[in-house]
C-alpha cells in the first residue's frame, strides 16, 4: 500500500504520511482517487484562516465528491493538530467520500468525529500560503497528486 501522498500546488509540494492503520479504508479512497488524477486541478474551496483548508470537491463548491460510494466512519485516536489530514462529510458520520482538510492549528474539538487519515511531513508552509476564503476569490488548486 501507498505511504504517501504528495499534493503539488502552485507554490510547492505538500507530503503527506498517510495512516492505514487507523484509516484502512479512507487511506484506500485517497489514493485510489489520487492515482486516477481524480484530485488534479481540483481547489482549496473553503480555506479558514488558523483553521482549516478544505478541498476535494472536483464541482469546486463543497457540494460534490467522486462517483464511488460513500465510506464507512473510521473515527480514531488521531489528534486534529496543525498538518492533520482528515476527511470532510456531512452531518452523516458515514458520508465522507472524496472531500479533506488539512488542519492549520489545533482543532481539537473535531477528535474522534472526522476521520484522519494523514499527517502533513513536509511542505506545511504551502498550505500556509493557500488563499483564504469560502470560497477564495482565487483558490489555490492540487495542480497534480501522486502517491507513492
Known amino acids: 500500500m501507498a505511504e504517501k501522498l504528495t ?6 509540494d505538500v507530503v503527506i504520511k498517510l495512516r492505514p492503520d487507523v484509516a484502512p479504508g ?6 485510489e482517487l489520487a492515482s486516477e ?4 486541478g481540483v481547489v482549496f474551496h473553503r480555506v479558514i484562516d488558523g483553521f482549516m483548508a478544505q478541498g476535494g470537491d472536483p464541482t469546486g463548491t463543497g457540494m460534490g465528491g467522486s462517483p464511488k460510494p460513500d ?3 473510521e473515527f480514531n485516536d488521531v489528534p486534529h493538530v496543525r498538518g492533520v489530514c482528515s476527511m470532510a462529510r456531512s ?4 458520508s465522507a467520500n472524496s472531500q479533506f482538510f488539512i488542519c492549520f492549528d489545533d482543532a481539537r474539538f473535531l477528535d474522534k468525529q472526522y476521520t484522519v487519515w494523514g499527517e502533513v511531513e513536509s511542505g506545511m508552509e504551502h498550505v500556509d500560503a493557500l488563499p483564504k476564503g469560502e470560497p477564495p476569490r482565487e483558490p ?9
Request: net charge positive; charged share 10%.
Open 140 to 148: 489555490g488548486k492540487i495542480v497534480k497528486a501522486t502517491v507513492s
Open 91 to 94: 452531518q452523516n458520520p458515514n
Open 7 to 12: 499534493l503539488t500546488l502552485p507554490t510547492g
Open 37 to 40: 488524477g481524480f484530485y488534479d
Open 26 to 31: 479512507h487511506v484506500a479512497r485517497i489514493t
Open 71 to 73: 465510506l464507512a466512519a
